[in-house]
């Protein structure tokens, strides 16, 4: 199996799945796409971990470049999302799991943030290396959000933000957990992507633009060796 490493690495096969997998999202052909993963990605040897971050992550990240650039339509970016929404509860399914690391982590999209399969990533890659994940989903109520996080005391809040307009949600979400709470924060997602948006995040412990970056992150904050896959 591939370390986690390996899986930022060049890897031409995995380039090649991914332009296969984003035609059948974009087709909207699920059982094509399922196919794909199993057979061109987990039949060829390949780790449920690079079916996460290099074909799936890149294959969405690429549907939203289209949706950003009007490419395609709202409606062919939420068939596409759904198609990977699919794959990744399959790939769950196929998934071991490393053993429990002691350690908990909350994932969740701020308010208003409808976008959630970078945040799925997240917190099945967590899952995957041992971390009690509990995945809240799209679009949580701060309110909500900060009685869920005060009733089951994570070891880490990672709240995900993929669009700049809800920057602002998130900044608010951040202040009001860390009025109530001391426990670390993260915030990750594509909208940390833009200049200068990492600054002015008092509060905050950890970034994470990635899967693998917030992963490292955790590990380093929460004392959690990194152990091989």
């Not at 079916?51 to 949706?67: F, K, P, S, T």
């Not at 670390?184 to 990492?198: Q, Y």
Request: net charge negative; with cysteine; hydrophobic share 40%.
């Amino acid at each position: 199996m591939s370390t986690d490493e390996d899986c930022l690495g060049n890897r031409p096969e995995l380039d090649e799945l991914t332009r296969s997998y984003l035609a059948a999202q974009l087709s909207g052909d699920r059982r094509e796409a399922i196919r794909l993963l199993m057979e061109e990605g987990i039949g060829r040897g390949n780790s449920v971990l690079d079916l996460h971050l290099r074909v799936i992550q890149q294959a969405q990240r690429e549907i939203g470049r289209l949706w950003e650039q009007n490419t395609i339509s709202v409606a062919q970016e939420h068939q596409a999302t759904a198609v990977s929404q699919l794959a990744l509860a399959h790939l769950y399914q196929q998934s071991i799991r490393r053993p429990s690391v002691g350690r908990s982590v909350l994932v969740a999209c701020v308010e208003g943030e409808m976008h959630d399969v970078g945040a799925r990533i997240c917190a099945d890659v967590l899952d995957l290396h041992g971390f009690d994940v509990r995945f809240l989903g799209a679009d949580v109520p701060t309110d909500c959000l900060i009685s869920f996080a005060e009733r089951t005391q994570p070891s880490l809040v990672a709240l995900s933000v993929t669009l700049p307009t809800h920057l602002g949600t998130a900044h608010g979400a951040v202040e009001a957990l860390r009025a109530t709470t001391r426990m670390p924060i993260a915030v990750g997602g594509r909208a940390l992507d833009n200049p200068g948006a990492r600054e002015g995040w008092e509060g905050v412990t950890i970034f994470g633009a990635d899967a693998i970056e917030l992963l490292n992150a955790a590990r380093s904050k929460l004392g959690v060796p990194a152990g091989g896959a």
